[in-house]
């Protein structure tokens, strides 16, 4: 089966800089776009960040300028970069991605458990 796993959350100070990453595994033939999602305590999941194949990407107007989202394609794997982080920027952070398990499937959505973000004030 297909796993996604983040690593990189912890605890920053207000201003400080964390940088994300979601390794993939299992049985995988290609992955269409990836992105980053994040939620908030009392709040529904939010769109961070995306990135297409090409490497076209696309910001929530509350992170632009400020957060950075890469891909390596060889290694089917994602990041984010964050800095100037604010304490509003608290929330588990989700790894997203659409793969396609097997040549001429159809793409699915998965998901990454989700790794903590706290930024202190």
């Known amino acids: 089966q297909v796993q996604l796993v983040e690593f990189g959350g912890g605890l920053v100070q207000a201003g400080g800089s964390l940088r994300l990453s979601c390794a993939t595994s299992g049985s995988i033939f290609s992955i269409n776009a990836m992105g980053w999602y994040r939620q908030a305590p009392g709040k529904l999941r939010e769109l961070v960040a995306t990135?297409?194949?090409?490497?076209?990407?696309n910001y929530a107007d509350s992170v632009k300028g400020r957060f950075t989202i890469s891909r390596d394609n060889a290694k089917n794997a994602v990041y984010l970069q964050m800095n100037s982080l604010k304490p509003e920027d608290t929330a588990v952070y989700y790894c997203?991605?659409?793969?396609?398990?097997?040549?001429?499937?159809?793409?699915?959505?998965?998901w990454g458990q989700g790794t903590q973000v706290t930024v202190s004030s």
């Open positions: 990135i297409t194949k090409r490497g076209t990407t």
């Open positions: 997203n991605a659409g793969v396609q398990v097997r040549a001429g499937t159809i793409f699915g959505d998965y």
